[in-house]
């Protein structure tokens, strides 16, 4: 069965600033990999996802996120967040042989400020 | 407008008594699953449905059941809610794995 770690519970970051959130998997199967983004009071938007080709996926907002098998890792990034990334964003695997049953890491709360 | 709507938003409940949240989408999705968020351990999958009629556990299925007899609704249903169910539920559907999901705005359970 897959899991997800998420490094970082809490990232704090100047307006500006890039930041990097990390993400790493386990899984002994091929999987597919997102990046959601809950807003306070929301539900959660997919950012990004990972099925298959290209290992650098680039979402909305300005947000990428890399894949690397070695690694089993799926860090997501931006060069210059703003205010108004304030969010907790969660990374999730689900395996391309059983995708209905999907593992969300524990979230990183990203904090900016000016 | 494609949505998943949830109902209620907010339920203070007692030990004991039965109680459904309902789940119900417009947009002719497929899958369907529920989730739990509790602070430091992110979304746990509770159980999902590829469709009708196609029901199966995730994580943490324990205390909770559902049903789906429509493609566009699938409740959650606590039989005997217990204070360890207090949590914040997430509704969301797609149309296949490589999908991104649709969110509910979520229920806020809290069971006394």
């Known amino acids: 069965a897959q899991s997800v770690t998420q490094l970082d519970s809490q990232v704090p970051v100047f307006e500006e600033a890039p930041v990097e959130l990390r993400c790493n998997y386990s899984?002994?199967?091929?999987?597919?990999l997102f990046w959601y983004v809950q807003y306070p009071n929301q539900g959660l938007q997919l950012l990004l996802k990972?099925?298959?080709?290209?290992?650098l996926v680039k979402g909305i907002n300005g947000f990428e996120a890399e894949f690397n098998k070695s690694q089993t890792s799926f860090h997501l990034r931006k060069p210059s967040v703003h205010i108004s990334d304030t969010a907790e964003y969660f990374c999730?695997?689900?395996?391309?042989?059983?995708?209905?049953?999907?593992?969300f890491g524990a979230g990183t709360q990203v904090v900016v400020t000016p | 407008e494609a949505q998943v709507t949830q109902n209620p938003r907010y339920l203070i409940t007692v030990t004991g008594k039965k109680l459904t949240v309902t789940c119900s989408q417009n947009?002719?999705?497929?899958?369907m699953s529920w989730y739990r968020q509790d602070p430091g351990l992110g979304l746990r999958q509770i159980y999902y449905?590829?469709?009708?009629?196609?029901?199966d556990k995730g994580d943490v299925p324990e205390g909770y059941k559902v049903s789906r007899k429509e493609k566009r609704n699938f409740p959650l249903i606590l039989e005997s809610p217990s204070p360890n169910q207090t949590s914040l539920y997430f509704c969301?559907?797609?149309?296949?794995?490589?999908?991104?999901?649709?969110f509910g705005n979520g229920t806020r359970l809290t069971v006394t």
């Open positions: 969301a559907s797609s149309s296949t794995g490589s999908s991104p999901l649709h």
């Open positions: 899984s002994s199967v091929s999987v597919y």
């Open positions: 990972y099925l298959s080709g290209s290992t």
């Open positions: 999730a695997v689900s395996e391309s042989d059983s995708w209905g049953k999907l593992q």
């Open positions: 947009m002719n999705h497929e899958y």
């Open positions: 449905s590829m469709n009708v009629e196609a029901t």
